[in-house]
């Protein structure tokens, strides 16, 4: 599977961006997608994931992004609103092929493709 990250950009704080996640190759009706994020001299933290409609989100996004997925288009996005200074960083969508219970969607090791990352900007 190839997972490609698109939508970073650099925006002004509270404004908006939609980050997308395409997937070819082996992809399966039962994947949990995820995206993570990673800003400088940070670790990688979870931010969001979905699979047959579930979604989880991490405190610090919840209210303010959302993500989706269209399954025709194997795409799953991530639209991000209210955007802070502290949500610049890198962003990460991951795919994990198969199902596993809802408590572990926020562990990047149950994940087991990544996407490039596209970075996300905001500026005070």
């Known amino acids: 599977v190839q997972l490609q990250a698109s939508g970073g950009g650099l925006v002004q704080a509270g404004g908006s961006l939609r980050l997308s996640c395409a997937a070819s190759?082996?992809?399966?009706?039962?994947?949990?997608m995820g995206w993570f994020r990673q800003a400088p001299g940070k670790e990688r933290e979870f931010v969001a994931a979905?699979?047959?409609?579930?979604?989880r989100y991490s405190e610090s996004v919840k209210g303010r992004f959302t993500i989706t997925s269209d399954n025709a288009k194997n795409t799953v996005y991530l639209q991000m609103n209210s955007l802070k200074p502290e949500d610049t960083a890198l962003y990460y969508c991951?795919?994990?092929?198969?199902?596993?219970?809802?408590?572990?969607?926020?562990?990047?090791?149950?994940?087991?493709?990544w996407g490039q990352g596209t970075q996300v900007t905001v500026s005070s």
């Open positions: 190759g082996r992809t399966f009706r039962t994947s949990v």
């Open positions: 979905i699979n047959a409609g579930s979604t």
């Open positions: 991951a795919q994990r092929p198969h199902r596993i219970i809802w408590s572990e969607w926020n562990k990047a090791e149950n994940y087991n493709d």
